[in-house]
Each structure stands twice: as structure tokens, then as C-alpha cells.
């Protein structure tokens, strides 16, 4: 009675697992982001500048004095974005139809929320690295709790302790590498002063009082609570292998 109930509590929170790990890595709103800049201010009296709030609804500027960033494991899309001739639109899907214009290019083609690489290459370099790690230890969480779901629905009709213990295992590590994924996500915004030298360099090219804000998006909630549910599922899986091993 008490291992069918820790069964179908495991077995729930498996499921929670994989689906919220599945969301955080299929939506590309990991990190939201805006930047500000009124270029043109000896011409303009108002020079307060414009504030946003970056949510599912995306408020516009017609100015484009705002320009909204989304991005994730796959694509990283602005809106209100005038491309120039440094941005590779051949690497960029564009939709024109829409107004104002949304540009989305493959994240991995640079690891944050800029329209082109600074002119430091040591610091291109090590963020395409860091940001490759990232999307390594995400692929190893999802490859992970997809196996070990795998493994739990094998281990299920034969009551194979071996099996459970090994889902267990691969639940946990899901969610330790997705831990790391959260970790390095914060590091990226709070440690790291990528963002605070990219917005110096444009205040002294572009404009003096640019400004970005940044904040954490869905995805990022998603996966924070899929590392709660992937551990408590895997510590519950080894707990049921090891009392099937010993009743049998």
C-alpha cells in the first residue's frame, strides 16, 4: 500500500518534471530585456527618456526609441529594431508585415541581447563558450529526464528495481544540470559585467543616455520549478528501487 502510494506521488511529480522541463526548453523566453535610447535629443525637449515593461503583451514605441528582447535556447527576437547594414539578415528571420518590424536570429549566433558582436574578440569568444555550456548542460537535462521517464515506464509492469533506481538517477540529474543551467543563467545577469560594458559602449557610440533594463522570463520560472519536481521524483524513484530490491 505505502510503496503504491509513493508510486503514483512519484510518478506525478515525474510528470511534472518533464513537462515544465520540456516548456523551459521549447520556449525562447529565458531572459527579457529593453533598451531605451532617444538619439536624437538636441532636437527633442524631452529628454526623461521612456521606461517599458517587458511582458506577454509587448508595448510598442512608433519612435523607435524602445526596442524589446526575448531570447532563449534557440531564437532571440527584437521588436522595433531598424536593421542596419551590421546586422547579417541572411542568419535572421524578419517579418515586415507586422509593425513595428521583429527580427529573430539563432541565439547561439551570440550569447546575449545585442545586434552585433563588440569589438573585444576575447570577450566574443568567451561568452559563444559560456553560452555554449549553457545549451549543453540544458540538452543533457532534457536528454536526461526523457530517458529516465522512459526507463520508469519500462520498470513499471515488471516491478524491476534496477530500472527504478536507474530512473531515479537519470531524474536527478536532470535536475542537477538544469540547476546549473538557473546558476549560470544569474551569474550571466548579476556576476558577469557584460551587460554594464555593452551599455557604456553605447552610451559613448550611439547615444549617452541609453539605458536596458532585463529581467527573468518564463522560461526561466519554468525551469526552476521542473528542478524542484525532477528532484523530489528522482530521490522517490531510488527510494522505490531499493524497497522493491529488498522485498524481493
Same mark, same amino acid.
Given at each position: 500500500?505505502?510503496?503504491?502510494?509513493?508510486? #503514483?506521488?512519484?510518478?506525478?511529480?515525474?510528470?511534472?518534471?518533464?513537462?515544465?522541463?520540456?516548456?523551459?526548453?521549447?520556449?525562447?523566453?529565458?531572459?527579457?530585456?529593453?533598451?531605451? #535610447?532617444?538619439?536624437?535629443?538636441?532636437?527633442?525637449?524631452?529628454?526623461?527618456?521612456?521606461?517599458?515593461?517587458?511582458?506577454?503583451?509587448?508595448?510598442?514605441?512608433?519612435?523607435?526609441?524602445?526596442?524589446?528582447?526575448?531570447?532563449?535556447?534557440?531564437? #532571440?527576437?527584437?521588436? $522595433?529594431?531598424?536593421?542596419?547594414?551590421?546586422?547579417?539578415?541572411?542568419?535572421?528571420?524578419?517579418?515586415?508585415?507586422?509593425?513595428?518590424?521583429?527580427? #529573430?536570429?539563432?541565439?547561439?549566433?551570440?550569447?546575449?541581447?545585442?545586434?552585433?558582436?563588440?569589438?573585444?574578440?576575447?570577450?566574443?569568444?568567451?561568452?559563444?563558450?559560456?553560452?555554449?555550456?549553457?545549451?549543453?548542460?540544458?540538452?543533457?537535462?532534457?536528454?536526461?529526464?526523457?530517458? $529516465?521517464?522512459?526507463?520508469?515506464?519500462?520498470?513499471?509492469?515488471?516491478?524491476?528495481?534496477?530500472?527504478?533506481?536507474?530512473?531515479?538517477?537519470?531524474?536527478?540529474?536532470? $535536475?542537477?544540470?538544469?540547476?546549473?543551467?538557473?546558476?549560470?543563467?544569474?551569474?550571466?545577469?548579476?556576476?558577469?559585467?557584460?551587460?554594464?560594458?555593452?551599455?557604456?559602449?553605447?552610451?559613448?557610440?550611439?547615444?549617452?543616455?541609453?539605458?536596458?533594463?532585463?529581467?527573468?522570463?518564463?522560461?526561466?520560472?519554468?525551469?526552476?520549478?521542473?528542478?524542484?519536481?525532477?528532484?523530489?521524483?528522482?530521490?522517490?524513484?531510488?527510494?522505490?528501487?531499493?524497497?522493491?530490491?529488498?522485498?524481493?
Amino acid at each position: 500500500m505505502k510503496l503504491g502510494v509513493a508510486l #503514483c506521488f512519484a510518478g506525478v511529480f515525474g510528470a511534472l518534471a518533464a513537462v515544465f522541463i520540456f516548456l523551459s526548453f521549447g520556449t525562447d523566453y529565458w531572459l527579457l530585456a529593453s533598451e531605451t #535610447c532617444s538619439p536624437d535629443v538636441k532636437e527633442s525637449k524631452d529628454t526623461d527618456g521612456l521606461t517599458i515593461t517587458l511582458a506577454a503583451d509587448v508595448v510598442y514605441d512608433e519612435s523607435g526609441k524602445i526596442i524589446s528582447v526575448h531570447s532563449g535556447l534557440f531564437w #532571440c527576437c527584437y521588436f $522595433g529594431l531598424k536593421l542596419d547594414e551590421n546586422f547579417n539578415q541572411t542568419w535572421a528571420q524578419w517579418i515586415s508585415h507586422k509593425s513595428p518590424l521583429k527580427v #529573430c536570429y539563432p541565439a547561439y549566433l551570440y550569447p546575449f541581447p545585442v545586434t552585433s558582436p563588440s569589438n573585444n574578440a576575447t570577450n566574443d569568444n568567451s561568452a559563444i563558450i559560456y553560452r555554449g555550456f549553457w545549451s549543453v548542460f540544458m540538452l543533457i537535462s532534457v536528454a536526461a529526464v526523457a530517458l $529516465g521517464g522512459f526507463f520508469i515506464i519500462c520498470a513499471a509492469p515488471f516491478a524491476n528495481h534496477c530500472l527504478y533506481k536507474a530512473g531515479g538517477g537519470l531524474f536527478l540529474t536532470s $535536475g542537477f544540470f538544469l540547476l546549473c543551467v538557473v546558476v549560470m543563467q544569474v551569474v550571466w545577469l548579476h556576476v558577469l559585467d557584460v551587460f554594464q560594458t555593452y551599455m557604456e559602449q553605447k552610451r559613448l557610440t550611439h547615444c549617452q543616455d541609453f539605458s536596458m533594463t532585463l529581467s527573468y522570463g518564463p522560461s526561466f520560472v519554468f525551469a526552476s520549478i521542473g528542478i524542484f519536481f525532477s528532484l523530489l521524483a528522482g530521490l522517490l524513484f531510488l527510494l522505490i528501487g531499493r524497497t522493491v530490491q529488498i522485498q524481493h
